[in-house]
């Protein structure tokens, strides 16, 4: 069994999940389900937070981007330390760390205009990015410091290779969901993030399908900011206390993300503070506790109907396996059960041994592990890429060095 470190830090940039599974190839030449050991979660420096959300408002210049990569790279190579320490273990004893970094930027191919290409056009690789319609993205934390000061191999920027191939790169949930379900199939699973995403698992992974709902908790998020002068909504006190407006619901509802044919992936651009602070201004006369309400619902409502657009015989599934930190909003988790179709129950990721909170963690120490055994770990089916890859970039750990010197005070750099 190997030892590998997971990292994740999600749109609505509150914190930072550091989690050490076990795992390793299973008969089939697969990872096996990771077994998760411990985890533990902390919070961006706030110097640091309040620069990368300036960012997400194209404020930072290329010097400022650049160094807060680097930046990004020792927050993160700082969260690995941080559970090594607590579990005194030591370089040697983990085999690699997974962590796609912080995204600040991704969009999705223009799927139509892709298969519309010829052979011929499609030689031009120059094009597919120039002007054309293949997706890009951008994380931030670089995976050599991470490297460096953790002394362990890192494998980052996983939806690259995904893009490279036309791919949405996003959401990533899938290929954990396979391994973890594929046995268990046909699966449904549910993440809530500041995005919401639905994966739809078959043993054939030629037949699984994995698109974003839209908002999980980002409008929740800003509108607790804004409107209450706090960073979310705690146990779901402040959406229980107010009353739908049904208007306004309705509003939400008709956003032209929800045309989108599948694969689909959100963005901060789809929901972002713009588009909720349009919201807010729009409906000022509201109560407020009716807004996180209304906000709540709309998840809800956005998750409800995705699931019956777009995933087939839903009879045959009687449960929804739900992670992310929405998990923890219980009146979006009873909002969400009573919109679910057919005979669907609500569960949680505990059921199956790791904890909602940890999931996205544990996924990119699944696919950091995959990466690091060359394994394809993209799921060209849900992402519409048209060839299977090995995603992630990888630091070698300065202990793999080969045919170098050691300097006297090595053993404290890291």
């Not at 070698?396 to 080969?402: D, L, M």
Request: glycine share 8%.
């Amino acid at each position: 069994m190997a030892k590998m470190i997971g990292l994740n830090s999600g749109t609505s940039l509150d914190g930072i999940d550091a989690v050490l599974v076990e795992i390793e190839i299973g008969a089939d030449g697969q990872p096996t389900p990771p077994r998760f050991l411990d985890g533990l979660s902390i919070q961006w420096p706030e110097e640091v937070e309040k620069v990368m959300l300036d960012v997400f408002a194209n404020k930072v210049d290329m010097e400022g981007l650049g160094r807060l990569n680097y930046v990004a790279g020792a927050v993160f190579a700082n969260a690995a330390r941080t559970l090594m320490d607590k579990l005194n273990l030591s370089p040697s004893e983990v085999l690699g760390i997974g962590v796609d970094g912080q995204t600040i930027y991704q969009e999705q191919p223009d799927h139509a205009r892709i298969g519309r290409l010829s052979a011929h056009e499609k030689s031009d690789l120059v094009s597919r990015w120039f002007d054309g319609p293949y997706p890009i993205c951008y994380q931030l934390g670089e995976s050599n410091v991470i490297a460096a000061h953790t002394n362990i191999s890192t494998v980052t920027h996983f939806r690259q290779a995904d893009h490279a191939f036309g791919g949405n790169g996003a959401p990533m949930m899938q290929y954990l969901d396979w391994v973890m379900f594929k046995e268990h199939a046909p699966a449904l699973t549910l993440n809530i993030g500041g995005i919401a995403n639905i994966q739809y698992v078959e043993y054939d992974r030629s037949k699984m399908i994995a698109f974003d709902t839209g908002p999980g908790n980002v409008l929740l998020d800003h509108a607790c900011r804004e409107l209450f002068g706090v960073g979310y909504d705690k146990d779901g006190e402040l959406s229980a206390s107010g009353t739908v407006h049904e208007e306004m619901l309705a509003e939400l509802m008709q956003h032209p993300f929800f045309c989108r044919k599948l694969p689909r992936s959100a963005w901060r651009n789809d929901f972002s503070s713009t588009y909720g602070d349009s919201i807010l201004k729009k409906y000022s006369h509201v109560a407020k506790a009716d807004i996180m309400s209304t906000f709540c619902v709309f998840t809800a409502e956005a998750i409800a109907k995705s699931l019956q657009d777009n995933v087939p015989d839903l009879d045959r599934m009687s449960e929804i396996v739900a992670s992310g930190g929405g998990v923890f909003n219980p009146t979006l988790m009873a909002a969400i059960a009573d919109r679910l179709p057919g005979k669907l129950k609500l569960v949680t990721s505990d059921k199956y041994g790791i904890p909602p909170q940890f999931k996205e963690a544990v996924k990119f120490a699944a696919l950091g592990f995959a990466a690091l055994n060359s394994i394809a770990n993209n799921i060209p089916a849900a992402s519409h890429a048209d060839h299977y890859a090995v995603m992630g970039k990888i630091a070698i750990a300065p202990r793999h060095a080969k045919a170098s010197g050691r300097l006297p005070n090595d053993e404290n750099n890291w």
